[in-house]
């Protein structure tokens, strides 16, 4: 019985260089691999007891394909580490979500790759009514239509699809392999890269007082403006906000035009599939002008827009107004934020009332359970902070930075590509005015 299988870029034991092969995971914990799916394995090697850790994000070398996110596995006893790479942050965390779970199978559950689940039965005609694309920059395959009984099971516009069932749909050559196994009223798992949701927009007087701008990296397109009052403001939408889709059609990186034209020609409900979720936040600055955050100094992800805040000051005024480490600062004052210089810049100009907005990728935990953690779940989220309180580190600390981490004894530890940010060292900045 599998518990995972697909493509894996690998090392050789004498050949530095990274080869792709076919790599299948059983439930005994023996990761076999061969060189296509198919084809009688070339080796193996137990799980059981295993070390799972991410290595460095590096730009791969021609040789490697387009392999970069690495996974060091070193078998119990010591011996040889296998060194593994993929095509993206979210394959790497899936992957190393079952071999952690094989390594250590009393643990509990793990929510390193938690995305949203999708159970998807085949009709009896055979037609799933589901078109995939592989759009530039983004990892696996991304849902860019979507027929009647598909969207009835929850499946949306721009979902990102990571795995069906028991495979990693690394590429759309996959997808179609896989999808054309499953036979008429055959029921099959969709796991997704993340938590997109819908938003419903009622016009106005024909007006929705929404505008939209390209984004600088990623996938849709940015809400660059929300009219007070107006049919956006009501549905909930912030300055920030991702969209995936508009009325079913997929937005195109970078055509936040013919986006626009969509909600013009929509004559009431305008539907949005949005990315994660955003929260507004109003806020004094303290008496000495400062807020109490720090950021990372990198981008905060290939698919992210924004500032990501790396520290929470105990007591301070970000503190109590609600922010947690693991955040992503998209809007002050309804201003675009692009990174941390910009964040850091607006921050320091604003009046001491400031609103931002932050995004996170996932609902607020109140509205769910939350299962155990196992040390791949935490892979490389920084430590928590005051600001996130009882709520499990990963949760917001939602693996947007990469990094090295040992994995050890179940503990999760310090990232290695963060510097000491509570004082303003090299690698973050401290948010003050």
Known sequence: MFVLRGELFKAGESNPAYKLRWFELTAEGVLSWAEQEG?????CVSLRGALIAFEPDRKPAKADGDARFGLRVTPAGGGRSYSLRSSSDEERRFWAAAMDQAAHPNVGACRASAGRIVRLTRPADGRLGVDLGSPTGTPCVTVVSLGPAAAQCGLLVG?????????????AAI????????GPRQMMTLRLA?????????????????????????????VHGVTRDSAAAVAGLHVGDRVLAINSRHCDPGQHEQASELI??????????VSGTTVSIAMRKDTDGRIGIAFHSGAAGRHVQGALISDVVTRSAAHQ???????????????????????????TGAARAITLVVW??????????????????????VEESTGVGTVPVEYYTHNLVNGTISMSSHQPQQISSFEDLTHGSAGGARAAS
Not at 39 to 43: D, F
């Open 264 to 273: 013009k020609q929509a004559l009431q409900e305008v539907r949005l599939v």
């Open 159 to 171: 979902d990102v699809i990571v795995g069906v069932d028991v495979t990693v749909l690394r590429t």
């Open 39 to 43: 084809q009688p394995a070339k080796s």
């Open 175 to 182: 997808a179609e392999r896989v999808f054309s196994r499953i």
């Open 194 to 222: 993340g938590h997109n949701r819908e938003v419903r927009v009622l016009k106005q007087a024909g007006v929705s007082g929404l505008t939209l701008s390209a984004p600088v990296n990623g996938p849709g397109v940015l």
């Open 360 to 381: 996170r990728p996932r609902p607020d935990p109140s509205d769910e359970e939350l299962p155990p953690i196992t040390t791949a779940a935490v892979a490389h989220a």
């Open 321 to 347: 107004a609600g922010l947690r480490n693991g955040d992503v600062l998209v809007a002050v004052d309804s201003d675009l934020v692009l990174d941390a210089a910009a964040a850091i810049e607006l921050l």
